[in-house]
């Protein structure tokens, strides 16, 4: 059977910008090419798992504006039900990514994510309990992803929790999450939390898989990298689904490791997770 994966997390209008480097202050600078596509890293882990045959319910929150439209549209594209994704007063959440030679940054604003309260997710407490793993991340309010966590809890559903960004969600949610998985900055925060299963992100060099005191590497794939935006939540996406189906650790980050891999190859976040046949290929 396909597994039944809850998302509560965030859903973002990326705007993302490619530059030849970092503007200095006072600086103005001419870019090379701006794209628009669907992001937020709960709506991305949402359609990274849908893509891979899971049953999907998104939680969470758009404004009542054009942009909250298209990101509505671009679930319901992608086979995930949206029952459970309200509309707020305040815009829908806006994410302006800034990518040059070397890196990638992003600022985010919030908007309507943190109109998603605590209560809207307990409506969800069936759905949650339903399903075989829950999708946390740190761009919503710590109330709501608290609150998810503990009905998951209750209920034996599995917790994967993606601390990203590091805040106040994480001491939050953090003692209840069955795996975290961490990018390299994000793993210097987790000196004070030692979860089941700690998985780290490396880029192009795959991945660490800590289990009690033991660590496996997993390497990743070589591929050209056209946009890194999104290819963290391609892993986390494939990792929980793999992570369902074979309760092993390993066998999903050597799973998750191809789909970050596949998802870098062109523009975009959500538009790139990718399908069982590309990570096969890989």
Request: proline share 5%.
């Amino acid at each position: 059977m396909a597994a039944q994966v809850v998302v509560v997390g965030s859903l973002n209008y990326d705007i993302t910008v490619w530059v030849p480097q970092r503007p200095r202050a006072d600086e103005t600078l001419h870019g090379s090419k701006c794209e628009e596509n669907p992001g937020g890293k709960g709506a991305n882990q949402a359609v990274a798992a849908a893509r891979l045959d899971a049953t999907v319910s998104m939680i969470g929150c758009v404004g009542r504006d054009n942009r909250g439209d298209y990101l509505l549209a671009q679930l319901d594209a992608a086979g995930v039900d949206r029952t459970q994704v309200s509309r707020g007063d305040a815009p829908t959440g806006t994410a302006v990514i800034t990518i040059d030679p070397d890196d990638v940054s992003i600022i985010v604003i919030a908007g309507a994510n943190a109109e998603l309260h605590a209560k809207q997710v307990e409506r969800a407490a069936e759905e949650i309990a339903a399903a075989d793993v829950l999708l946390l991340q740190g761009e919503v309010g710590t109330e709501a992803a608290r609150a998810a966590a503990v009905l998951a809890a209750a209920s034996n559903t599995k917790i994967v929790f993606n601390p990203a960004p590091f805040n106040d969600v994480a001491a939050a949610v953090l003692p209840l999450a069955d795996v975290v998985i961490v990018n390299r900055q994000e793993a210097k925060e987790m000196k004070d939390f030692s979860p089941p299963i700690l998985v780290t992100t490396l880029g192009a060099e795959g991945c660490e898989v800590q289990v009690g005191q033991e660590i496996t590497r997993v390497t990743a794939p070589t591929v050209e990298v056209v946009d890194p935006t999104g290819a963290g939540d391609a892993f986390v996406g494939a990792f929980s689904v793999a992570f369902v189906e074979t309760n092993d650790p390993i066998a999903a980050a050597l799973i998750a490791v191809r789909a970050g891999a596949a998802a870098v190859g062109s523009v975009g976040a959500q538009p790139r997770m990718p399908r069982w046949t590309e990570i096969d290929d890989l």
